[in-house]
C-alpha cells in the first residue's frame, strides 16, 4: 500500500511539474493525486469507518487553511478594487530595477513576521502588478517575494506555521528565535537580492492604466477600505493569541467587517457601481483554481503522513546523519517536495524536550530549516502555491530561474547560523 500511495505521489508531482508541457491544469492534477492516495489508502485498511474518520480529521485541518487563503485573497481583492495599494506605490517612485528588488524584499521581509508568509505574498503580488508591467520581469520579483517571505516568516513566532508549532510546543521561546535567527533570516534574503541584481537591471515601466482601473472609488472610502483591510491582516495573529481558535477563524470574522463596512459605504450608488465595489465581485475575481491546488496537494502529503511514510523518513534521517544540525539541514531541503507541517510534527515526536530541552540549537535550527527551505521549489511553501496560483507561474520555469537561488540564499543563511552558534 505505502509503495503504491508513494508512486502515485511521484507521478502526480511529475504532472505538476511539467503543467505547460501536458496541458493539462495542475489542480485537476493535485486533486486526482489526492483522491487516488486516499482511496488506495482506505482498500488497503482493516476499518474503513476509523480511516474515514481521520479523513475527517485532516480535513478540518486543511479546511482551515483554504478558508484562510479565501478570505486574505478576498480582502486583498477588495483592497485592489477600491485601488488601495495606490497609497503605497505612489511613495515608491523608483523605476530603477535593483532598489526596487531591495524595496520589495525588504517590505516583504518585515512584513512576514508581522502577518505571516502565506497573506504577505498575497499582498506584496498585488502591489506588484500595480508597479511592473512586463510579466517576464514581474515573476522574478514574486520570485524574490516568495524567499523573502519565507525568511521573514522564520524568524518571528507568528511568521510560519513551523516556528508557531514550535513556539507553541515550548521547543522555542520568542526572545530566543527572534534574536538567533533575525541575522540568518536576513542573510537568506540579502543573498538572493544580490544575485538576482545580477541578471536584472535597468529601467522597469509600470503598467498603464485599464478601464477598471479608471474606475476609482472616493478618496475616503479607498482610504478606509485599505486601512481597515490591512488592519484586518495585522488583526488575524492577535486574535489567535487572544482566543486560541485557528487563524481562519479570525480572518474570516475580518471579512464580514469588512463586508458590512463595504455594503455601508456603497449602499446609495448605482447598481453597476456597487457592484464594481463589492465583496460578491472581490469573489468572483480570486483564483479558484489555486485553492482547488492546494487542497489536492495536501490531502495527498496526509495520506503521507498517516500512512507513516514522512515519520519513517524522519527516523531514515537520523540513523543516516549522526548530526542534528545535518537533520535539520536536509529536512528542510525535504520540506521544499512534502509540506514542512508533518516533517516538522514528526520531529517534534521523535526528539522530544528531554533530548533537546527547550532553545536547544537543533529546535532552533529546525525553525529556519523548515520555514525557509521550502523556497528551493514553487510548491515547497503555502507562500509559493499562492503565488504560483495568481501570477501562473510554472513550476519548470521556477526551478529553472529561482530555485537555485533559493538554495544559495537557504545555505548561506544555514552557514551564518552555525557560525554564530
Given at each position: 500500500?505505502?509503495?503504491?500511495?508513494?508512486?502515485?505521489?511521484?507521478?502526480?508531482?511529475?504532472?505538476?511539474?511539467?503543467?505547460?508541457?501536458?496541458?493539462?491544469?495542475?489542480a485537476?492534477?493535485?486533486?486526482?493525486?489526492?483522491?487516488?492516495?486516499?482511496?488506495?489508502?482506505?482498500?488497503?485498511?482493516?476499518?474503513?469507518?476509523?480511516?474515514t474518520?481521520?479523513l475527517?480529521?485532516?480535513l478540518?485541518?486543511?479546511?482551515?487553511?483554504?478558508?484562510?487563503?479565501?478570505?486574505?485573497?478576498?480582502?486583498?481583492?477588495?483592497?485592489?478594487?477600491?485601488?488601495?495599494?495606490?497609497?503605497?506605490?505612489?511613495?515608491?517612485?523608483?523605476?530603477?530595477?535593483?532598489?526596487?528588488?531591495?524595496?520589495?524584499?525588504?517590505?516583504?521581509?518585515?512584513?512576514?513576521?508581522?502577518?505571516?508568509?502565506?497573506?504577505?505574498?498575497?499582498?506584496?503580488?498585488?502591489?506588484?502588478r500595480?508597479?511592473?508591467?512586463?510579466?517576464?520581469?514581474?515573476?522574478?520579483?514574486?520570485?524574490?517575494?516568495?524567499?523573502?517571505?519565507?525568511?521573514?516568516?522564520?524568524?518571528?513566532?507568528?511568521?510560519?506555521?513551523?516556528?508557531?508549532?514550535?513556539?507553541?510546543?515550548?521547543?522555542?521561546?520568542?526572545?530566543?528565535?527572534?534574536?538567533?535567527?533575525?541575522?540568518?533570516?536576513?542573510?537568506?534574503?540579502?543573498?538572493?537580492?544580490?544575485?538576482l541584481?545580477?541578471?536584472?537591471?535597468?529601467?522597469?515601466?509600470?503598467?498603464?492604466?485599464?478601464?477598471?482601473?479608471?474606475?476609482?472609488?472616493?478618496?475616503?472610502?479607498?482610504?478606509?477600505i485599505?486601512?481597515?483591510?490591512?488592519?484586518?491582516?495585522?488583526f488575524?495573529?492577535?486574535?489567535?493569541?487572544?482566543?486560541?481558535?485557528?487563524p481562519?477563524?479570525?480572518?474570516?470574522?475580518?471579512?464580514?467587517?469588512?463586508?458590512?463596512?463595504?455594503?455601508?459605504?456603497?449602499?446609495?450608488k448605482?447598481?453597476?457601481?456597487?457592484?464594481?465595489?463589492?465583496?460578491?465581485?472581490?469573489?468572483?475575481?480570486?483564483?479558484?483554481p489555486?485553492?482547488?491546488?492546494?487542497?489536492?496537494?495536501?490531502?495527498?502529503?496526509s495520506?503521507?503522513?498517516?500512512?507513516g511514510q514522512?515519520?519513517?523518513?524522519?527516523?531514515?534521517?537520523?540513523?543516516?546523519?549522526?548530526?542534528?544540525?545535518a537533520i535539520?539541514?536536509?529536512?528542510?531541503?525535504?520540506?521544499?517536495?512534502?509540506?514542512?507541517?508533518?516533517?516538522?510534527?514528526?520531529?517534534?515526536?521523535?526528539?522530544?524536550?528531554?533530548?533537546?530541552?527547550?532553545?536547544?540549537?537543533?529546535?532552533?535550527?529546525?525553525?529556519?530549516?523548515?520555514?525557509?527551505?521550502?523556497?528551493?521549489?514553487?510548491?515547497?511553501?503555502?507562500?509559493?502555491?499562492?503565488?504560483?496560483?495568481?501570477?501562473?507561474?510554472?513550476f519548470?520555469?521556477y526551478?529553472?530561474?529561482?530555485?537555485?537561488?533559493?538554495?544559495?540564499?537557504?545555505?548561506?543563511?544555514?552557514?551564518?547560523?552555525?557560525?554564530?552558534q
Amino acid at each position: 500500500m505505502g509503495t503504491g500511495i508513494i508512486i502515485v505521489f511521484i507521478i502526480g508531482y511529475v504532472f505538476i511539474a511539467f503543467e505547460h508541457s501536458l496541458n493539462i491544469n495542475k489542480a485537476a492534477t493535485a486533486l486526482f493525486t489526492g483522491v487516488v492516495c486516499w482511496t488506495l489508502y482506505i482498500l488497503n485498511s482493516n476499518n474503513p469507518h476509523e480511516t474515514t474518520g481521520i479523513l475527517t480529521e485532516h480535513l478540518g485541518d486543511i479546511a482551515g487553511i483554504l478558508f484562510f487563503l479565501l478570505g486574505a485573497m478576498t480582502v486583498v481583492e477588495l483592497i485592489d478594487a477600491h485601488d488601495g495599494f495606490s497609497l503605497i506605490t505612489k511613495y515608491i517612485t523608483t523605476t530603477n530595477a535593483r532598489k526596487l528588488l531591495w524595496i520589495v524584499g525588504i517590505i516583504a521581509f518585515l512584513l512576514s513576521a508581522v502577518l505571516d508568509n502565506l497573506t504577505t505574498t498575497i499582498v506584496m503580488v498585488s502591489l506588484l502588478r500595480k508597479l511592473i508591467s512586463n510579466q517576464t520581469i514581474r515573476l522574478y520579483f514574486v520570485g524574490l517575494t516568495i524567499i523573502a517571505a519565507n525568511a521573514g516568516g522564520a524568524w518571528s513566532p507568528i511568521g510560519d506555521v513551523t516556528t508557531t508549532m514550535l513556539w507553541i510546543g515550548g521547543q522555542i521561546t520568542t526572545n530566543h528565535i527572534v534574536s538567533s535567527l533575525l541575522l540568518p533570516s536576513l542573510v537568506c534574503l540579502v543573498v538572493p537580492v544580490l544575485l538576482l541584481s545580477i541578471k536584472i537591471k535597468g529601467n522597469l515601466e509600470r503598467p498603464e492604466l485599464t478601464a477598471d482601473d479608471l474606475k476609482v472609488s472616493s478618496l475616503k472610502d479607498r482610504n478606509i477600505i485599505f486601512f481597515l483591510g490591512i488592519g484586518i491582516l495585522l488583526f488575524v495573529p492577535v486574535f489567535k493569541t487572544i482566543t486560541h481558535l485557528p487563524p481562519f477563524m479570525g480572518m474570516l470574522l475580518g471579512l464580514a467587517v469588512l463586508w458590512f463596512i463595504s455594503e455601508l459605504l456603497h449602499k446609495k450608488k448605482e447598481d453597476a457601481e456597487r457592484t464594481t465595489f463589492s465583496v460578491v465581485r472581490a469573489l468572483e475575481r480570486i483564483d479558484t483554481p489555486s485553492i482547488l491546488f492546494f487542497l489536492g496537494i495536501l490531502l495527498s502529503i496526509s495520506v503521507l503522513e498517516i500512512g507513516g511514510q514522512l515519520h519513517e523518513l524522519s527516523t531514515w534521517l537520523g540513523t543516516v546523519f549522526k548530526s542534528s544540525e545535518a537533520i535539520a539541514y536536509v529536512i528542510g531541503l525535504l520540506s521544499a517536495i512534502v509540506d514542512n507541517v508533518p516533517l516538522v510534527a514528526a520531529s517534534i515526536g521523535m526528539y522530544d524536550l528531554s533530548m533537546f530541552p527547550p532553545d536547544h540549537v537543533f529546535w532552533t535550527f529546525l525553525a529556519y530549516c523548515a520555514g525557509t527551505g521550502g523556497s528551493a521549489l514553487i510548491i515547497g511553501s503555502a507562500a509559493g502555491v499562492a503565488a504560483m496560483g495568481i501570477e501562473k507561474i510554472s513550476f519548470m520555469w521556477y526551478l529553472k530561474h529561482i530555485s537555485l537561488i533559493a538554495l544559495v540564499g537557504y545555505s548561506a543563511g544555514a552557514v551564518v547560523f552555525l557560525l554564530i552558534q
